[in-house]
Protein backbone atom coordinates (compact mmCIF):
# COMPACT_ATOMS: atom_id res chain seq x y z
CA UNK A 1 0.00 0.00 0.00
CA UNK A 2 1.37 3.46 -0.90
CA UNK A 3 2.34 5.79 1.77
CA UNK A 4 0.01 8.51 0.52
CA UNK A 5 -2.86 7.61 -2.04
CA UNK A 6 -4.67 9.68 -4.66
CA UNK A 7 -7.16 9.13 -7.01
CA UNK A 8 -5.05 10.63 -10.30
CA UNK A 9 -8.26 11.67 -12.24
CA UNK A 10 -8.69 13.85 -14.43
CA UNK A 11 -11.51 15.06 -12.72
CA UNK A 12 -13.34 17.21 -15.66
CA UNK A 13 -15.72 20.07 -14.53
CA UNK A 14 -17.89 22.88 -15.82
CA UNK A 15 -17.09 26.35 -14.54
CA UNK A 16 -18.78 27.17 -11.45
CA UNK A 17 -18.99 23.19 -10.21
CA UNK A 18 -18.24 22.13 -6.81
CA UNK A 19 -15.13 19.25 -6.73
CA UNK A 20 -14.27 16.98 -4.19
CA UNK A 21 -10.75 15.39 -3.99
CA UNK A 22 -9.65 12.48 -1.27
CA UNK A 23 -6.43 11.35 -0.06
CA UNK A 24 -5.39 8.66 2.03
CA UNK A 25 -2.54 8.00 4.23
CA UNK A 26 -1.34 4.98 5.71
CA UNK A 27 0.36 6.11 9.08
CA UNK A 28 -1.83 6.52 11.76
CA UNK A 29 1.14 8.75 13.25
CA UNK A 30 1.02 11.63 10.48
CA UNK A 31 0.98 14.74 12.29
CA UNK A 32 1.26 17.37 9.37
CA UNK A 33 -1.30 17.49 5.86
CA UNK A 34 -1.34 19.49 3.19
CA UNK A 35 -2.04 20.68 -0.20
CA UNK A 36 0.17 21.92 -2.77
CA UNK A 37 -1.09 22.98 -5.81
CA UNK A 38 1.25 22.10 -9.18
CA UNK A 39 0.69 23.40 -12.77
CA UNK A 40 1.70 21.65 -15.85
CA UNK A 41 5.91 21.74 -16.10
CA UNK A 42 5.97 23.79 -12.79
CA UNK A 43 7.52 23.60 -9.47
CA UNK A 44 4.70 22.57 -6.35
CA UNK A 45 3.06 25.19 -4.26
CA UNK A 46 1.99 25.57 -0.93
CA UNK A 47 -2.32 25.84 -1.03
CA UNK A 48 -2.81 25.28 2.37
CA UNK A 49 -1.92 23.38 5.57
CA UNK A 50 -5.07 21.00 6.82
CA UNK A 51 -5.69 21.51 10.79
CA UNK A 52 -7.34 18.85 12.73
CA UNK A 53 -10.36 21.35 12.89
CA UNK A 54 -10.51 22.13 9.08
CA UNK A 55 -9.50 25.03 7.50
CA UNK A 56 -10.93 27.01 4.67
CA UNK A 57 -9.14 29.81 2.40
CA UNK A 58 -11.62 31.68 0.06
CA UNK A 59 -13.09 28.82 -2.34
CA UNK A 60 -11.03 26.03 -0.81
CA UNK A 61 -12.04 23.77 2.15
CA UNK A 62 -9.51 20.97 3.69
CA UNK A 63 -10.48 18.33 5.64
CA UNK A 64 -8.56 16.28 7.76
CA UNK A 65 -10.00 12.67 9.35
CA UNK A 66 -7.97 11.36 11.38
CA UNK A 67 -10.21 7.65 12.55
CA UNK A 68 -10.04 6.98 8.71
CA UNK A 69 -6.99 8.58 7.70
CA UNK A 70 -7.68 10.91 4.72
CA UNK A 71 -8.04 14.45 3.90
CA UNK A 72 -10.32 16.30 1.76
CA UNK A 73 -10.30 19.47 -0.52
CA UNK A 74 -13.28 21.11 -1.68
CA UNK A 75 -13.24 23.72 -4.23
CA UNK A 76 -15.85 25.78 -4.65
CA UNK A 77 -17.31 28.08 -8.01
CA UNK A 78 -14.56 26.22 -9.89
CA UNK A 79 -12.63 28.66 -12.12
CA UNK A 80 -10.48 27.89 -15.14
CA UNK A 81 -7.51 29.22 -13.38
CA UNK A 82 -8.03 25.91 -11.21
CA UNK A 83 -7.06 23.63 -13.71
CA UNK A 84 -4.03 22.12 -12.26
CA UNK A 85 -2.47 18.50 -10.58
CA UNK A 86 -3.45 18.78 -6.37
CA UNK A 87 -0.74 16.98 -4.66
CA UNK A 88 -1.44 15.77 -1.30
CA UNK A 89 1.37 15.62 1.13
CA UNK A 90 1.73 14.17 4.40
CA UNK A 91 4.25 14.45 7.43
CA UNK A 92 4.57 10.96 8.73
CA UNK A 93 6.22 11.42 12.05
CA UNK A 94 7.00 14.10 14.23
CA UNK A 95 10.50 15.79 14.55
CA UNK A 96 11.16 13.90 11.28
CA UNK A 97 13.27 16.32 9.86
CA UNK A 98 10.37 17.96 8.14
CA UNK A 99 10.42 15.15 6.07
CA UNK A 100 7.64 15.27 3.63
CA UNK A 101 5.82 12.08 2.16
CA UNK A 102 3.68 13.44 -1.54
CA UNK A 103 0.87 11.65 -2.98
CA UNK A 104 1.08 11.23 -6.97
CA UNK A 105 -1.17 14.44 -7.38
CA UNK A 106 -5.20 14.35 -8.64
CA UNK A 107 -5.80 16.68 -11.79
CA UNK A 108 -8.66 18.71 -12.43
CA UNK A 109 -9.41 20.42 -15.70
CA UNK A 110 -12.20 23.02 -15.94
CA UNK A 111 -13.91 23.36 -18.87
CA UNK A 112 -15.76 26.72 -19.95
CA UNK B 1 12.77 39.09 -2.88
CA UNK B 2 13.21 35.91 -1.15
CA UNK B 3 13.42 32.65 -2.42
CA UNK B 4 14.74 29.56 -4.26
CA UNK B 5 16.58 29.47 -7.46
CA UNK B 6 17.85 26.58 -9.93
CA UNK B 7 19.66 26.70 -12.70
CA UNK B 8 20.02 25.38 -15.35
CA UNK B 9 16.24 25.51 -16.31
CA UNK B 10 16.75 22.83 -18.74
CA UNK B 11 19.96 20.50 -19.48
CA UNK B 12 20.75 17.79 -22.02
CA UNK B 13 22.93 15.36 -20.92
CA UNK B 14 24.95 12.42 -23.13
CA UNK B 15 25.07 9.11 -21.37
CA UNK B 16 28.32 8.42 -19.49
CA UNK B 17 28.35 12.07 -18.31
CA UNK B 18 28.19 13.64 -14.63
CA UNK B 19 25.89 16.97 -14.42
CA UNK B 20 25.29 19.08 -11.63
CA UNK B 21 22.34 20.96 -11.09
CA UNK B 22 22.57 23.99 -9.17
CA UNK B 23 20.57 25.01 -5.70
CA UNK B 24 20.55 28.17 -4.35
CA UNK B 25 17.96 29.90 -1.60
CA UNK B 26 17.89 33.32 0.32
CA UNK B 27 15.63 32.30 2.74
CA UNK B 28 17.74 31.86 5.47
CA UNK B 29 16.32 27.89 5.93
CA UNK B 30 18.38 25.33 7.63
CA UNK B 31 17.07 22.22 5.14
CA UNK B 32 17.18 21.85 2.12
CA UNK B 33 16.08 18.83 -0.30
CA UNK B 34 16.46 17.33 -3.39
CA UNK B 35 13.42 15.39 -5.68
CA UNK B 36 12.62 13.74 -8.42
CA UNK B 37 9.78 13.55 -10.32
CA UNK B 38 8.81 11.58 -13.84
CA UNK B 39 5.74 11.65 -15.95
CA UNK B 40 2.60 11.19 -13.94
CA UNK B 41 4.02 10.56 -10.90
CA UNK B 42 5.20 12.22 -7.63
CA UNK B 43 7.85 13.17 -5.97
CA UNK B 44 10.39 11.00 -4.97
CA UNK B 45 12.88 12.35 -2.37
CA UNK B 46 16.73 11.75 -3.39
CA UNK B 47 18.72 13.55 -0.39
CA UNK B 48 18.17 16.09 2.42
CA UNK B 49 20.37 17.82 4.06
CA UNK B 50 18.85 19.59 8.16
CA UNK B 51 22.41 21.46 8.38
CA UNK B 52 25.58 22.67 6.89
CA UNK B 53 28.29 20.01 6.23
CA UNK B 54 25.78 16.94 6.65
CA UNK B 55 23.32 15.29 4.58
CA UNK B 56 21.21 12.53 4.27
CA UNK B 57 20.08 9.56 1.88
CA UNK B 58 16.53 9.44 0.54
CA UNK B 59 14.21 6.96 -0.98
CA UNK B 60 16.04 6.70 -4.28
CA UNK B 61 19.71 8.24 -3.80
CA UNK B 62 20.99 5.67 -6.18
CA UNK B 63 23.84 7.30 -8.88
CA UNK B 64 23.21 11.08 -7.00
CA UNK B 65 25.62 12.64 -4.78
CA UNK B 66 25.74 16.38 -3.08
CA UNK B 67 27.33 18.65 -1.12
CA UNK B 68 26.13 21.07 1.82
CA UNK B 69 28.93 23.23 2.27
CA UNK B 70 27.37 26.65 2.57
CA UNK B 71 23.49 27.17 3.99
CA UNK B 72 22.36 28.55 0.80
CA UNK B 73 23.31 26.07 -1.40
CA UNK B 74 22.84 22.57 -2.32
CA UNK B 75 23.81 21.45 -5.52
CA UNK B 76 22.95 18.00 -6.49
CA UNK B 77 25.68 15.62 -9.11
CA UNK B 78 23.84 13.16 -11.32
CA UNK B 79 26.31 10.50 -12.08
CA UNK B 80 26.46 8.20 -15.08
CA UNK B 81 25.52 5.56 -12.27
CA UNK B 82 22.14 7.05 -12.57
CA UNK B 83 20.14 4.44 -14.78
CA UNK B 84 17.54 6.77 -15.84
CA UNK B 85 18.06 10.21 -14.90
CA UNK B 86 15.95 11.31 -17.48
CA UNK B 87 13.41 13.76 -15.03
CA UNK B 88 12.24 17.28 -13.34
CA UNK B 89 14.32 17.66 -10.33
CA UNK B 90 13.02 19.88 -8.12
CA UNK B 91 15.17 21.43 -4.47
CA UNK B 92 13.05 22.41 -1.68
CA UNK B 93 13.66 24.34 1.65
CA UNK B 94 12.25 24.29 4.95
CA UNK B 95 12.91 26.46 8.26
CA UNK B 96 12.88 25.03 12.17
CA UNK B 97 12.52 28.46 13.29
CA UNK B 98 9.18 29.09 12.00
CA UNK B 99 7.99 25.86 13.40
CA UNK B 100 6.77 24.77 9.92
CA UNK B 101 7.21 21.56 8.24
CA UNK B 102 5.78 23.11 5.02
CA UNK B 103 8.28 23.17 2.17
CA UNK B 104 8.87 25.72 -0.79
CA UNK B 105 10.14 24.78 -4.28
CA UNK B 106 12.29 26.05 -6.80
CA UNK B 107 11.28 26.18 -10.51
CA UNK B 108 13.02 23.00 -10.95
CA UNK B 109 15.46 21.76 -13.80
CA UNK B 110 14.49 19.73 -16.62
CA UNK B 111 17.08 17.06 -17.33
CA UNK B 112 17.24 14.66 -20.50
CA UNK B 113 19.49 11.94 -21.68
CA UNK B 114 20.34 11.99 -25.45
Known amino acids: RKEVEQDPGPFNVPEGATVAFNCTYS??????FFWYRQDCRKEPKLLMS???SGNEDGRFTAQLNRASQYISLLIRDSKLSDSATYLC?????????????FGGGTRLMVKP | DGGITQSPKYLFRKEGQNVTLSCEQN?????MYWYRQDPGQGLRLIYY???????QKGDIAEGYSVSREKKESFPLTVTSAQKNPTAFYLC?????????????FGPGTRLTVL
Open chain 2, 92 to 104: ASSSYRENTDTQY
Open chain 1, 27 to 32: NSASQS
Open chain 1, 50 to 52: VYS
Open chain 1, 89 to 101: VVNPLENAGNMLT
Open chain 2, 27 to 31: LNHDA
Open chain 2, 49 to 55: SQIVNDF
